[in-house]
Structures are given as C-alpha cells and as structure tokens.
C-alpha cells in the first residue's frame, strides 16, 4: 500500500544550478582581495553556508579580515549574487524538477525544501515553484549547517512526518551526511563517485521514474 512519506528538497544544485552564480560572486569577491578563486574551489562550497563560505576563501587565500571588514565582504558578495538571482527564469529550473514534483503532487505526497540558503525564497518565487513546497526550511530557519541534520529534521517536522518517512533529493556530500544522520532515505542527484554516501544515485531527476517513486511509496 502506497504511504505518504515527506520529500524533502535541496535547492542548489538540485532544483536550480546558482552554483554558477555563488562562483561568479564569490571570484569577484575574492579577486578583489588578490586571492585566487577556482571552480574547483567552489566545487567545496556546495552545501556550504555563507560564513564559512567566506572563512574558507579567506583560509585558502591566507588573508584574515576584522570582523567589520568581513560583515561587508559577505553583503558585497550577497549583493552581486541576487543581481544574478533577480534575473532567474522557469527557465532555469533543472531538467524533470517539474515532473518528479507534479508526480509527488498528484500522488498527495508532503514536499518541503530543505536549503542553506537565505535566498531560497527568492529563487523559489523567481522560477515560480514557490507553490508546490508545502514547508520551507532555509538558510534562515537553522542554527547548524549540514552536514548537521537540523534543516531535514525541522523540515520533517513542518511536514508532520517521521524523518524515517523522509526521502532526500540532495547534491552535495554535506548533504547527503545530514540527510543520512536524520535517518532519512538519502538521494543523491550528481556524480556518483562524489555522493557514493547516498542511499540512490542519479545523475539528474530524468533518470527518476514513476516506478522508482511508487517503490519508495510502497517500502
Ligand atoms: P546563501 P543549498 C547552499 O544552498 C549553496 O549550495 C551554497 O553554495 C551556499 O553558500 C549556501 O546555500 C548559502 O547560500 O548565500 O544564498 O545564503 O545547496 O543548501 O540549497
Ligand atoms: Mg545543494
């Protein structure tokens, strides 16, 4: 018999690709302190909070800033990224986002978005899917970053849903660890060999069937 069970969804990388305008914002950031910025370096910021973010550019580039200076970094560095974001369409949304959710949807499923980010109302509105989640737990809501559980576990709770009835979509390593500590099936959506933590691995949702849902439904 078919249960309801909560699902709960990263944002970055998973619903949306902005990692490519955290690395635009936070180059330009980091250039303008002389300290060089890869995308594999930014590859480690997936997942990763915005402080830390900061700190670990500041660590990799072995400069330390007063704490003045690095509040105005990290409203500089938020501000170029929403011009980005301010420019978002449905366009962007990941390929069969739409579909995995409007499945979900009409199979009466609870969906939540569980993300770092404190943008993720504004991406949400932005690419029009604000509707579908029916809690949203982000960057503001919690105390601990992944791969703490705290944002699953509060998005479980908003859902009304044993995290043990909680699936995760996530695409980052942190993310799956937080995913797997709250006692949740992990979904991995990327690089296998980066999410092996993960219960399932996809590249990306096209690989998700309809039966592989009515699997987890069913177990
Ligand atoms: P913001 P997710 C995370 O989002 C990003 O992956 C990470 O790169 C970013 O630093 C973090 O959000 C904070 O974002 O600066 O917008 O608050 O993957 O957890 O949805
Ligand atoms: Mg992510």
Redesign the pocket.
């Given at each position: 018999m078919e249960q309801k069970k909560g699902f709960i969804f990263?944002?970055?990388?998973?619903i949306v690709d902005?990692?490519k305008y955290?690395f635009l914002a936070w180059q330009n950031l980091a250039n303008s302190l002389s300290i060089s910025f890869t995308e594999e370096q930014n590859e480690q910021?997936?997942?990763?909070?915005?402080v830390r973010?900061l700190e670990k550019i500041l660590e990799w580039g072995n400069v330390t800033v007063p704490e003045e200076q690095f509040n105005q970094l990290m409203t500089q560095?938020?501000e170029e990224?929403l011009e980005y974001i301010s420019k978002m369409t449905t366009n962007e949304i990941l390929p069969d986002v739409v579909r995995i959710l409007e499945t979900l949807i009409v199979k009466n499923q609870a969906i939540a978005l569980?993300?770092?980010?404190?943008?993720?109302r504004i991406i949400l509105e932005k690419v029009n899917l604000i509707d579908k989640f029916q809690a949203i737990v982000d960057?503001t809501n919690v105390t601990k970053a992944?791969p703490d559980p705290e944002v699953f576990l509060i998005g479980a709770k908003e859902l009304n849903i044993e995290p043990n009835q909680c699936v995760v979509f996530e695409?980052?390593v942190a993310?799956i660890q937080a995913a797997n500590a709250a006692n949740m099936i992990s979904i991995g959506i990327g690089d296998a060999k980066v999410l092996h933590e993960a219960d399932h691995i996809f590249n990306d949702f096209t690989e998700i069937t309809e039966e592989f849902i009515n699997n987890l439904l069913t177990n």
């Open positions: 990263d944002l970055d990388g998973v902005t990692a955290h910021l997936k997942g990763v909070s915005r973010s560095k938020n990224y569980g993300s770092a980010s404190k943008n993720a960057g992944k695409d980052s993310g």
